[in-house]
């Protein structure tokens, strides 16, 4: 019989801080950033420049004005300004730029409580509210190296509108338009390579949610292969990869019960292609993920294991 030790809690000790944690995302992050200003040179500079630097500035002005801890040294803000700013167009005025920090950090971050209390991920709300107030700049690209602008000529809407395939090596490497982190599936499958062998993510979430789009894309794609593109081409296209790595899998918004994060990956996955395959937009990752995150609270207390010896959740 074996024996049952009690003890004190916390029973799980980790050396793990915000600040180590943030740190790793940002090295993760970083060969979406080269593939980034290598395809779009000084335009996403600038984005990401005004994003980092906008999320950290409001970030500190809050808290000092209401007379909170200053939590910038964490390196949260600066994340959120990375992210922010790989899901933008590379031709995004500054001052936009500026605008989607102020929303993702102060309305959708501090107000809630700062870090670890937002219902919303910040980056992600910050990019739905530049959609619903400035759609024409949000659809407006430009074309990798050479910069021409065009519009809706991502390789998700050339599909969805004109029924074009763009071809699979472009879409791997990232020489497509789109937002400005999210075009090379290589940079980031790199990048999330990383964050899996040092364990910040698990692979729950984003297996889920790419098993998801694979599976639906496949069995549309076999229906009417005409207009419905194939399965690979649905994970190379548009934000999957980022969503799936980066964004899916955030600590505060996204279940922490290991049942709850493949019902979010799932629910993620079926709602990104109800949007790509029969919604208004070519794209469905954004709000996918934001929709998810507002049942997060209802797939933990769903998914919670019962207290031991109870019926009770934890």
Known sequence: ?????????????????????????????????IAALYFFRIKAFVVISSCVISCVVFEYLYQKTCKKNITVKDLSAVVTGILLALIMPPALP??????ASAVAIILTKQIFGGIGCNIFNPA???????????????????????????????????????QVLTGYEPLFFGNVSGSIGETSALALLIGAAYLLIKKIINIRIPFAYIATVFIISSITNKIDPEIYAPALFNLLAGGLMLGAFFMATDYVTTPITKKGQWVFGIGCGIVTMIIRLWGGLPEGVMYSILFMNGFTPLINRVTMPKRYGTGDRE
Not at 7 to 32: F, G, Q
Not at 94 to 99: A, F, G, Q, S, T
Not at 140 to 156: F, K
């Open 94 to 99: 500054v001052w936009v730029c500026i605008l």
């Open 1 to 33: 019989m074996k024996e049952m030790i009690l003890s004190v809690n916390p029973h799980i000790h980790d050396n793990s801080s915000t600040r180590s944690v943030m740190r790793e995302v940002i090295i993760a992050l970083i060969p979406a950033i």
């Open 124 to 162: 992600l709300l910050g990019r739905a509210f530049l959609m619903a107030a400035f759609p024409t700049m949000l659809t407006s690209w430009n074309n990798p190296i050479t910069l021409d602008v065009v519009t809706t000529a991502t390789p998700l809407g050339l599909h969805k509108f004109t």
